[in-house]
């Protein structure tokens, strides 16, 4: 099956008792059952709900995976994930990954005992000097936020199942239009379903896909035990968005490639970051494992003062300045200050990512009225 056919059609059936076409939205939080000896195989909503589980089997589907677990963010999904760790633990990460992730790794688990390694993944054989005994999960993001670095997951993956360790992908960025880690080797796919996968800015909600039951289960017991799952309404709300996704996908996809070549053509533009292009550092690895190269970009102006990135951030008209990304409509981001606040600066700068550094999430407008909108903007500078 196709992936456009999946989108509309996985995980979802008529309504057994009205025929409806929709899955209902089951607004419950228990089940009357028949008898204790008698159990229906719903009795709490924390546990299990029936539109929560139609999406999990959408999503799953889409990641060609076999289970699929919704919570009630992104981060609420990678915090089942390092929960599967335990004191004196290590995790290998990137040095360039989503700020709400290193917060997380830093300020939360750290201090239970958990170490983290940030480091440059971009060549898969910087991994082995950090492999030891202790070593249980790679945690990969790519293209990586905010600086679209690409990292091989074939690579990565090969060298973790000699050592026994589990990979992690976040998907995030690519949706699973463009990628399907599981494909690639890994073992678990994260996905901030805020973003592409709802499409539409109106749901905050995570998911986690595995073939492997054994880690589902784990990943199941402790999603019901610590109880970040998502309601019923945005879980309808999800599945309604997923069955566009492919045509959301495409538009931008093709709207992302107009803006990185025009933006990379300006002359007050000193660099743009997008996989598409042919020099972009390990585009041969995107090509080969992405279908296509997607809506998210990043740039930098030539006149490299904070003030004149801010004065662009504030001029644009149909570009939000907002956090998040993956909607329809196309946002602004300054990284530095809002999706990355939380790395040191110290760390940011060393890792590449400037003060001035500007993130796209290109929507599905016109792309010549987007265009417009920052020629103006740049005129403005």
């Not at 999946?6 to 076409?21: C, F, L, R």
């Not at 463009?178 to 080797?185: H, I, V």
């Not at 080969?288 to 998210?296: A, E, H, P, T, V």
């Not at 329809?328 to 110290?346: C, G, R």
Request: glycine letters at 8%.
């Amino acid at each position: 099956m196709k992936f456009g056919t999946k989108a509309i059609h996985a995980g979802v059936e008529p309504d057994p008792s009205t025929g409806a076409i929709m899955t209902p939205i089951y607004q419950t939080s228990t089940y009357v059952q028949e008898s204790p000896s008698k159990h229906k195989g719903y009795a709490y909503a924390r546990g299990a709900n029936p539109t929560r589980n139609a999406l999990q089997k959408s999503i799953a589907a889409l990641e060609n995976g076999k289970f699929g677990l919704c919570f009630s963010s992104g981060m609420g999904a990678t915090d089942a994930v390092i929960k599967l760790l335990s004191p004196g633990d290590e995790v290998i990460t990137s040095n360039d990954l989503y700020g709400g992730s290193y917060r997380m790794f830093k300020k939360v688990f750290e201090k239970f005992g958990i170490k983290f390694h940030f480091i440059d993944l971009t060549n898969s054989e910087n991994i082995h000097p950090y492999l030891n005994k202790n070593t249980k999960l790679m945690w990969l993001e790519t293209p990586s936020n905010p600086l679209m670095r690409i990292i091989d997951i074939q690579a990565c993956t090969m060298i973790a199942k000699k050592n026994k360790v589990i990979v992690a992908v976040d998907n995030t960025f690519a949706s699973p239009y463009l990628q399907n880690p599981l494909d690639l080797g890994a073992d678990i796919v994260m996905h901030s379903v805020t973003k592409y996968l709802g499409g539409h800015s109106d749901v905050v909600m995570g998911a986690l896909v595995v073939n492997d039951e054994k880690l589902y289960q784990e990943l199941a017991f402790i999603t019901n035990s610590c109880g970040a799952v998502p309601g019923p309404q945005d879980s309808f709300l999800v599945l309604r968005g997923i069955k566009t996704l492919h045509l959301r996908m495409e538009r931008h996809c093709f709207n992302g490639k107009k803006i990185a070549e025009y933006l990379r053509h300006h002359f007050k533009i000193a660099n743009v970051y997008w996989p598409g292009f042919e020099d972009h550092p390990n585009h041969a690895i995107a090509k080969k494992q992405m279908r296509d190269f997607g809506g998210m970009l990043s740039f930098t102006l030539k006149d490299d003062r904070l003030e004149q990135a801010i004065k662009l951030m504030e001029s644009v008209e149909l570009f939000s300045l907002a956090e998040s990304l993956g909607g329809v409509e196309s946002l602004i981001n300054h990284p530095a200050s809002m999706t990355h606040a939380s790395i040191p600066k110290e760390e940011r700068l060393k890792n590449g990512l400037t003060d001035t550094l500007i993130r796209l999430s290109v929507g599905v407008e016109d792309v010549e009225d987007l265009i417009a909108d920052l020629d103006q903007a740049l005129a403005a500078l």
